[in-house]
């Protein structure tokens, strides 16, 4: 628990990245990739966290990551 909870992912200070569009061909380049993938990578880390810890804060940024 203590490397999920110190996981860059479950900081309340994390900025999510969207895009309206996310290329999925293999030469759109690997950045759009990554962003998406941290991204979820980061929504589920908190849904994780609030799911085994309810009163950590994580629980309003779920909402926010969306």
């Known amino acids: 628990m203590g490397s999920l909870l110190t996981s860059r992912y479950a900081s309340l200070d994390y900025t999510p990245h969207p895009a309206a569009v996310v290329p999925c061909p293999s ?3 690997p950045q759009s ?5 941290q991204d979820a990578i980061a929504a589920y880390t908190h849904a ?11 629980r ?6 969306e």
Not at 33 to 37: A, K
Not at 60 to 65: D, E, P, T, V
């Open 48 to 58: 994780l966290l609030w799911s085994v810890m309810p009163r950590r804060r994580s």
């Open 60 to 65: 309003c940024r779920i909402a926010r990551l």
């Open 27 to 29: 030469n759109s380049g």
């Open 33 to 37: 990739f990554l962003d998406e993938r």
